[in-house]
């Protein structure tokens, strides 16, 4: 695997949450680059050895937004 996918969202409760599409990896932050630093820390752990662990990470953010019509 050369790329991993995560799914961004944002946290009813404040903040982000993120989890692997694939993989059982989840984390969650109070903000986008504290999310980014627990997403790699997240990986590196899934994944300890350097040659099995995906070379890019790509953070796909969904932001809902209600609009009354």
């Not at 404040?14 to 969650?28: C, N």
């Not at 997403?39 to 953010?61: G, Q, S």
Request: hydrophobic letters at 40%; aromatic letters at 6%; glycine letters at 4%.
């Amino acid at each position: 695997m050369t790329e991993l996918i995560f799914l961004v969202e944002d946290d009813p409760e404040g903040g982000y949450v993120a989890r692997a599409l694939g993989e059982s990896i989840f984390t969650q932050a109070d903000s986008l680059p504290e999310l980014r630093e627990r997403v790699k820390d997240a990986v590196h752990c899934h994944y300890p050895d350097e040659a099995t662990r995906p070379k890019l990470i790509r953070l796909h953010i969904v932001h809902d937004e209600v609009i009354a019509s």
